[in-house]
């Protein structure tokens, strides 16, 4: 069973800083790309940052020069560094990978469970 697990939510007060991981794990193939999405209430998912397999980051407008992504592949991990964090990133975050499995080497798109992260003002 392939599975994404997210860890390193949590409650910061504005300027802080918070860094999500994110691991996948499972009879993973390959995996092509790597990123980060978020919901807030009352609204709709949206990208944060995502890296593609042998490309390069990129970033939501709202949160470049703030967050930085990176990847792992040999740990097949992908991390979110959250600095000078605003009321405004309030949200639950995603992890999300495109992935090739071992058991059919069908490309398929998956997702984490979620992890919280809130910003106080």
């Known amino acids: 069973q392939v599975q994404l697990v997210e860890s390193g939510g949590g409650l910061v007060q504005a300027g802080g800083s918070l860094r999500l991981s994110c691991a996948a794990s499972?009879?993973?193939?390959?995996?092509?790309?790597m990123g980060w999405y978020r919901q807030a209430p009352g609204k709709q998912r949206e990208l944060v940052a995502r890296f593609p397999s042998g490309g390069s980051a990129n970033y939501a407008d709202s949160v470049k020069g703030r967050f930085t992504i990176s990847r792992d592949n040999a740990k097949s991990t992908v991390s979110l560094q959250m600095n000078s964090l605003k009321p405004e990133d309030t949200a639950v975050y995603y992890c999300n990978a495109d992935m090739t499995v071992s058991d059919d080497y069908v490309r398929k798109n998956y997702w984490g469970q979620g992890t919280q992260v809130t910003v106080s003002s």
């Open positions: 499972g009879a993973i193939f390959s995996i092509n790309m």
